[in-house]
Each structure stands twice: as structure tokens, then as C-alpha cells.
């Protein structure tokens, strides 16, 4: 038993020390960089194509269903892996960069598994309660996690709780960035740690009984309640004669999902490496601690284009 905790321990130094981390702003919210904000508006003099939320499938891509999962890496997402090796199937991970640095081998094994990656903020803020600064940290830091675990910056961003407004998708595209929301919310953080579980999966025998296909469906991976249902889930879209693809699958995306030369430009020209730190927390970012009580339906939001989409997280 010794020799196997000490073996256990040397793996896990072993692992971490491949990564530096040293730039980690803490476990709080990111700083604000004036300075980051400025580089991004000076590029193109200022100009920049916003495109529109991704909220669906392509229609030229028929059968398909993008299961999509927030909030991670953690223990807990390697139940998903598991499913999805075994089923010979990819999906798509909005990873937390406080999450990312405290399991770095998991993101990479989410990486190495030809699954798709995307950036889900540095530390789960509301973006559109941020002033532009901050956002720009916010996605910075996000995708910094990512670029040094996997040597690759994604093209695609989902918002903590599916709030966006148009500055924030601005500031995003002028990033190189590309919002992507959800049809379908699983809504398994509503139910984690209750005894009404048997929703999750009874909700996508309802989509699949209503005929429901090219839709995006919101899960998430942070607790081991949510990942528990993944194989009842994943297994029901599959019966309908369904294939779980990746987010670029989806769209028809012929490009790399990480085709991002704003942000790798930005990391190459020094400007990140002028950030001042503060040491960073050793301790996993639980994001359902600041969800909001009160939630808006997608249907809400769509007629009020103004208003937060709050569908879920």
C-alpha cells in the first residue's frame, strides 16, 4: 500500500511538472488589462466581422446531435471520456482555465482523444456585467490554460450561463472568437445533489420522442451526479439513430476548431508576459456556488435579442 501512494505521488509531481502555471492570476476573477484591450481594438483599425451566435446544427449535416459539457476539467469528466471512447464518438468540452491548471492531464487526455475543446472563461463571471477590459482578461487567461496544455487556441467561446450581449460578442470576435450557445438544456445542474436525476435522461427521451435532430444539448461534467446520467443519456440520442459530434462537426466547420491567429498572434508578441500575477489557488472552481437563482428560457431570451440568454450555465 506505501509503495502504491508513493508511486501514486510521483505520477501526479511527475504530471503537473510538465506544466508552468506561474502566470495564474489566483483563484479570483481575472485582472482587467487596459493594455490587452488595446492591442485587441487596434487590430484591422478596429474593424471586425461580428458573426452570429452558434445555436444549432447545420441542416447539411442531418442526424446529428452535439452533446457539449461546461464547467470542467475535473474527476468527474472522466466518466465522459470513458462513454465516449468506448462508443467511438466525440463531443465537446467548455473547459473553466481555473479548472484547467488544477487538472491539466485530464484536459489533455480530453485533447489527445480527438475530442473538441473551447474556452469557457477564466473563472465563470457573468461576461456582460464586466466592463471590456475584463472581458478580454477573462478570455485571455481562459484560453491561456488551454494554449499551454494542448498548443491550441480555440476559435469558439461559450459565455458563463449563456449570457451575451453584443459588446461582449465584439470584444469576443476582435479576439477571433465565435459564440456558441445551446437548444437544449439537460438542465443536470438543477437536479445534482436532489433525487430528480431521472429528468435528465426522461428530457432526452422527450427530444428524441418529439423527433428532435442538429440540435445542441448543454450537459455538464463538474459533478459526479451529472456524469453518473451521461451513458443513460448518450445512449438514448444514440438509439434514435443519432451521431454525437463535435461542435465544428456540427456546423460544417471544415476548418481547425483551433484556427485562431488573433489569439496566437497575441501570446507570440510578448504582450501576455507583461501581466503581473498573483500566486495562484490550489482549489477546483465549483461555478454552480455563483449561478443565479432566477432562470430565463431560451424562448425568453430570443424575444428580446437584448436581453441575458440565462438558459443555463
Known amino acids: 500500500m506505501t509503495k502504491l501512494l508513493v508511486s501514486l505521488v510521483c ?54 446531435w452535439a452533446a457539449t459539457f461546461d464547467d470542467g476539467p475535473m474527476d468527474s469528466t472522466n466518466v465522459v471520456l470513458d462513454y465516449f471512447r468506448t462508443a467511438e ?27 473538441q475543446i473551447g474556452i469557457h472563461s477564466w473563472s465563470h463571471p457573468d461576461l456582460t456585467t464586466l466592463s471590456e477590459a475584463q472581458v478580454v482578461s477573462e478570455l485571455v487567461y481562459g484560453a491561456k490554460a488551454i494554449y499551454d496544455v494542448t498548443g491550441k487556441v480555440p476559435k469558439f467561446f461559450r459565455p458563463p450561463y449563456g449570457t ?17 450557445l445551446w437548444t437544449e438544456d439537460s438542465e443536470d445542474w438543477r437536479y445534482a445533489g436532489t433525487s430528480e ?25 463538474f459533478k459526479a451526479e451529472t456524469v453518473a446520467v451521461v451513458g443513460q443519456c448518450m445512449d438514448i440520442v444514440r438509439k434514435a439513430g443519432k451521431k454525437l459530434v463535435t461542435i465544428s462537426e456540427c456546423i460544417g ?35 454552480a456556488a455563483s449561478w443565479p437563482q432566477t432562470i430565463t428560457s431560451y424562448a425568453a431570451s430570443e424575444m428580446q435579442s437584448e436581453t441575458p440568454y440565462m438558459g443555463a450555465r
Open 11 to 64: 505520477s501526479f509531481i511527475a504530471s503537473t511538472a510538465a506544466y508552468d502555471f506561474s502566470w495564474s492570476p489566483g483563484s479570483g476573477a481575472a485582472p482587467a488589462s487596459d493594455a490587452w484591450l488595446s492591442y485587441f481594438n487596434s487590430l484591422d483599425g478596429g474593424k471586425v466581422d461580428v458573426q452570429p451566435d452558434i445555436k444549432e446544427c447545420s441542416q447539411s449535416a442531418p442526424n446529428v
Open 197 to 221: 436525476m431521472s429528468k435528465v435522461p426522461a428530457s432526452f427521451q422527450s427530444w428524441m420522442d418529439q423527433g428532435k435532430s442538429n440540435e445542441i444539448s448543454l450537459e455538464h461534467d
Open 253 to 287: 466547420d471544415s476548418e481547425s476548431s483551433y484556427q485562431n491567429p488573433r489569439l496566437v498572434a497575441f501570446f507570440e508578441s510578448g504582450q501576455f508576459a507583461g501581466q503581473s500575477p498573483t500566486p495562484s489557488s490550489s482549489q477546483n472552481y465549483d461555478p
Open 89 to 115: 464518438m466525440k463531443t465537446t468540452f467548455w473547459v473553466i482555465g481555473l479548472n484547467v491548471i488544477q487538472s491539466p492531464d485530464i484536459l489533455n487526455k480530453a485533447f489527445q482523444e480527438g475530442h
Open 164 to 180: 451575451i450581449s453584443d459588446s461582449v460578442r465584439t470584444i469576443a470576435a476582435k479576439m477571433g472568437l465565435r459564440a456558441v
